[in-house]
Every structure is written in structure tokens, then in C-alpha cells.
């Protein structure tokens, strides 16, 4: 504080020096702190090239099987949180790598996780007793507590980007993990089963959620995804601010498809930009394909295909598209939305 004498100042030393042993201690050294008229995100805005990654995860695969991790992951750990697994202020993202033939073993946690496939053809997630080939661009969901393992039936490694909740369940100290007594899990159900059931625009005539807050559908195949934002395109009139955007949702409630992860795609047609917004959400961006550019609060990210990046709350951001390019993200918006916090600001 400015404008005291230094009389005054020792005198508030001292009765801050005899708060501390009865665990008490004063609200205005640190209100303007704790309270600030906006959100200062501690995260940093963070660039990671695959180039840079894919030869690192590779060599991983050379040091210890998947089965020797239990999960073979990279974490892309934001620099600002150093050692504490976080990607973004509340959320988690890692390159998970399965080698021919390999297996990460079955398990299951409360935390949350869904898959972004970046290469590889043959390898699968299986959910419950349900297998799923990941093809590069899907997006796979492992509903919290629901038994998965993972593995690679093709002859080349297989990559995807793993995000979790870890850090949000961390803070709230709700972290539950428990190992399957086999490798595998047995497979009840023939692949497609889920997207049968509930992702044709059909839902069983009897039956709740079999996941609870999580959608059905595990798999969110690429090939659609992409269909539908081209299609989109084809009728023109891109967003200023979100160009052609999709999100992806729970087909039984039209919600997002996890109880703390929000999803959505984005196509930028070449040598599209939108003007900048800012959102109180913290999210991570992954590139399926093309190149281009995005600003953080004034900060130039020049992107390539399968690159990753971290986007603090709260700061402007606006891309621009030199081909025409197709953007993966996740944040933790359905949060801030069922709490009743999440701001979006939309520059003119
Ligand atoms: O595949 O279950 O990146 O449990 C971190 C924790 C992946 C997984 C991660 C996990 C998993």
C-alpha cells in the first residue's frame, strides 16, 4: 500500500506477523489479487510443432513399452505450471504413442479424457466392451469411470493427442483410479454399435444414458465432421468471428459431449481471417489440417498441420488461414457455462 509512513507500515508488519500462528491473515494485502476487475490467465500461450514432438515420442517408444507406462504419453505441460501437468489453467492435453502390437493397459478414472487421432490406422480405443478404430481427425470420448484400454493392430505407430480433466478434478481432489485385472477388456458389442444406436439421428426407443453426463457416441468420425463443415461452406457466409464452426454434442441431451470438456471444430476456407473475440475459457487448439496464423493478444503463432496450442483465458484471439484449414478444439467451457460464469467479448 502507498501513502503510509513507515511507523505505520512496521506497526501492520507486526500484526500480521501475530495473525500467522492462529492461521489468519489480512484480506487487503491481497484482495486485489484474488479479486481483480478481470481475468489475468497464469497460463502462457504455447506453441507446440509436431515436427518438434513426433521424433521426441517416437524415441520414447524406443525406451519403454506401452504396457512399461501404462499409458506412453508426452504431456504438453504449459511452461507457467512446470512439472504440474497442466496444459492449459484446468486442463490436461498429452501425445499418447502405441507401438504395433502393443496394448495400454485396461483401467478406469473419474477424471474425463477424449482422444484427437493424429496418425495411424489401426488402432483402436475400446470403451465398455466396445471397440473403435481411430482414424486420423476422429475424436474419441472415454466416459469418466468407464474401463478402456487402447492398441495398434496396424504395422506403424499410432498417435493421438490425449485431453483429460485431470487438473479440474485435481483441485477438487476427486481423483479415482482403478486397474482392470486384465489387459484387455472383453469386447460385448461389434464396433459401431454406439454410433448405431445413438449417431444416426436415432436414440433407443427405451433406456437412459449409459454413461451418465457423457455422451453415448465414443467415436466422432472425421469423415463426417469434415462433411458437414464443407458442407456448411458451400452456402457461404462465414461467421466474422467463429467462420464455420461445429460443435460436437451429446445426441441425448444436444449438450457437449463430456461433463467438464467442451469440443468444436472450425474450417477457415484459404485466406480467411476473423476478427478477434476473447472468451473467459482456457482452451487448446490442434490443427487437422492446413497452415496458417493465429494472434493471442497481439503474440503471431505462425501453425502447421497436427500442431498443438495452448490458449489462456481470456485473451483475444483471432486466426487467419493461408489454406484452407481445419482446427480441433477443447476448453473447459461447459464448466464456466453450468456455473453461470462464462463471458465472451466479440471485437466489431
Ligand atoms: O489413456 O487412459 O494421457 O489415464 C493420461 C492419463 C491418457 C488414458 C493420458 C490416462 C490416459
Same mark, same amino acid.
Given at each position: ?57 517416437? @524415441? ?6 506401452? @504396457? ?104 477438487? @481432489? ?162 464456466? @457455462? ?11
Amino acid at each position: 500500500m502507498s501513502g503510509i509512513d513507515t511507523a505505520d507500515q512496521e506497526k501492520r508488519a507486526e500484526f500480521y506477523n501475530r495473525l500467522t500462528p492462529h492461521n489468519l491473515a489480512p484480506l487487503w494485502e491481497v484482495l486485489k489479487d484474488i479479486v481483480p476487475p478481470e481475468p489475468r490467465s497464469k497460463a502462457q500461450t504455447t506453441h507446440w510443432r509436431y515436427d518438434d514432438m513426433r521424433p521426441l515420442l517416437l @524415441e520414447s517408444g524406443a525406451l519403454l513399452t506401452a @504396457e512399461e507406462a501404462e499409458r506412453r504419453v508426452l504431456v504438453l505441460e504449459n511452461p507457467a505450471f512446470s512439472g504440474q501437468s497442466r496444459t492449459t489453467a484446468t486442463l490436461y492435453a498429452g501425445l499418447q504413442l502405441i507401438l504395433p502390437g502393443e496394448t495400454a493397459p485396461a483401467h478406469r478414472h473419474t477424471p474425463s479424457a477424449l482422444r484427437f487421432v493424429i496418425e495411424g490406422e489401426y488402432g483402436f480405443t475400446a470403451v465398455g466392451g466396445e471397440r473403435t478404430t481411430m482414424r486420423a481427425g476422429d475424436l474419441v470420448i472415454t466416459p469418466a469411470w468407464a474401463w478402456h484400454d487402447h492398441g495398434n493392430e496396424g504395422d506403424g505407430p499410432v498417435i493421438w493427442l490425449d485431453g483429460l480433466d485431470i487438473p479440474i478434478l485435481g483441485f477438487f @481432489e476427486s481423483v479415482f483410479m482403478e486397474p482392470y485385472n486384465d489387459s484387455r477388456h472383453a469386447t460385448t458389442r461389434p464396433e459401431g454399435d454406439a454410433l448405431a444406436r445413438y449417431g444416426a439421428g436415432l436414440a433407443p426407443i427405451d433406456g437412459a444414458s449409459p454413461y451418465g453426463l457423457t455422451s453415448p457416441i465414443f467415436n466422432y468420425p472425421y469423415r463426417r465432421t469434415r462433411d458437414s463443415l464443407l458442407q456448411i461452406a458451400k452456402a457461404g457466409d462465414p461467421d466474422p468471428h467463429m467462420a464455420y464452426t461445429l460443435r460436437y454434442t451429446n445426441p441425448l441431451d444436444g449438450g457437449w459431449v463430456t461433463p467438464t470438456m467442451a469440443t468444436w471444430m472450425t474450417h477457415l476456407p484459404s485466406g480467411f481471417s476473423t476478427t478477434a473475440m476473447r472468451s473467459t475459457d482456457g482452451m487448446v487448439a490442434h490443427v487437422v489440417e492446413g497452415e496458417g496464423s493465429i494472434e493471442i493478444d497481439g503474440a503471431r503463432i505462425d501453425f502447421a498441420a497436427k500442431d498443438t496450442i495452448a490458449i489462456p483465458g481470456w485473451t483475444w484471439r483471432s486466426l487467419t488461414a493461408s489454406s484452407d484449414v481445419f482446427l480441433f478444439f477443447f476448453s473447459d467451457r461447459v464448466i464456466h @457455462e453450468k456455473l453461470g460464469f462464462h463471458r465472451e467479448e466479440r471485437r466489431a
